[in-house]
């Protein structure tokens, strides 16, 4: 194979006048998306880029933006998204660890970048949403004919950032067989063709916008809607236009906060799917009584892809993600001897396949401790799998609260809080506790009008969950402090209510 992921994603397409992209007003065919890329492609090696060169990329999300994760691939570099949120401080440190040859933003950071850039040697260049910026002037004067650059399957294709809800983010290296493996497993388990057109709302500087999303459609040949954003109101106008549509938990949620949002809209919607968050399965129930549809969750994170997902055909059973994707082995561990537990059991997740990132970047001694000998990794979340064999995520292990020597694990207490009259939505965290090591503490949103009572929460939850599992205190927050991909930050709850129990 000459370069796998550019060869099975672009390569196919070429010449082809159907729609690719559609961006409001504009559509961009396969054939035009191919020529801007090889013009990218050639503006980036003109700018010193060569093979297996890192390019770190902060901007907004566009078909420019999506042509140059194509040209990355066609070039041999290493595509290095960033959170467009991110502040300046925040890129330093992702362009320090990568050492990226180029960096682009947007023209209006330039400003605050260039010391980040000089810094790192790297040259900066700028791409901004209304197409101006440097590296837009150079790729326009170059050629739309680009020769593809060899690749092997283990070459790196992407670094790609942990999302840091704790600590340091870390650059999980993905090559182009975790890529293109992946994407084939999820085109065959969602059965996309190229009659499909999913309506993307999600940003492409995330393993779900950009390698599950704009992969699978790649790779099946259909139509993207590809919105700026989420909003309400654009997402019900496009709908109809569309066949499918992915999303984290907080999209579905707030559509179904719409009334236009009902079964005669989605009425001829194939398929909804939902990642990157825990979906309530109040949300699920929710959802399927307004408009009929099941959603579809699946489960994954930044080193792997995908690992699990509910079936297209079959149950897809509410608060679980499905089971392990063909060529992905899942095991579920004994925290203290790494022993694999019995069906049923809660333990850390592990995770083995050809999904799996090669480890992270310039990081070796991480590497050791977050992959076993014979291959597996070990992914901090805990789960089980129960007696059907679909798998349940119970919380990340490092926010498994140990109060009085007893084991809580969060999501047991949120699921119950959820459940009583007034709570929409609810976190819990461990903070320091003076006799116990660890205080159980719950935040949660309320209903407008509901009244909060803490006693009232308590007693209702006496005869559902046992006593030393129980919050100690209980606050009423407006929002649950969330990444970019809607995960609650637990670290910042933990945070904020650190001196709860101080004495």
Known sequence: MHNPLFD??????SGSSRPLLIAGSDVVTYDAFLKLAARLANALV???????????????????ALA??????????????????????????????ASPRILICDDSGREALEVVAD???????????????????????????????RRDPDDLAALLYTSGTTGRSKGAMLTHDNLLSNARELVTAWRFTAEDTLLHALPIFHTHGLFVGCGVILLAGGTMIF??????????DWLPRASTMMGVPTLYTRLLEDARFNRRLVAHMRLFISGSAPLLETTHAAFERRTGHLILERYGMTETGMNSSNPYEGERRAGTVGFPLPGVELRIVSQSSSKPLPTAEVGEIEVRGRNVCKGYWQRPE????????????KTGDLGLVDRDGYVHIIGRAKDLIISGGYNIYPKEVELVLDELEGVIESAVVGVPHPDLGEGVIAAVIFSAGSQFD???????MQNKIARFKQPKRIFVVAELPRNSMGKVQKNILRQRFIDTFET
Do not use: W
């Open 46 to 64: 003109h700018n010193g880029a060569e093979p297996g060169d890192r390019v770190a990329v902060q901007v907004s999300k566009s078909p420019e």
């Open 227 to 236: 919105l700026a954003g989420f909003r309400v109101d654009e997402i019900i």
């Open 119 to 149: 810094r790192a040697g790297a040259r900066l260049m700028t791409l901004s949403k209304d197409r101006s910026g440097t590296l837009m002037t150079e790729a326009l004067c170059a050629t739309d004919a680009f020769e593809t650059v």
């Open 8 to 13: 099975a994603l672009f390569a196919p397409h």
């Open 454 to 460: 803490q006693a009232g929460l308590l007693q209702a």
């Open 366 to 377: 991480k590497t050791r401790e977050d992959f076993c000998a014979d291959g597996f990794f």
């Open 68 to 97: 140059l994760y194509a040209a990355c691939v066609q070039a041999g570099l290493v595509f290095v998204p960033l959170n467009t949120a991110y502040t300046p401080g925040e890129v330093a440190y992702f362009v320090e660890d």
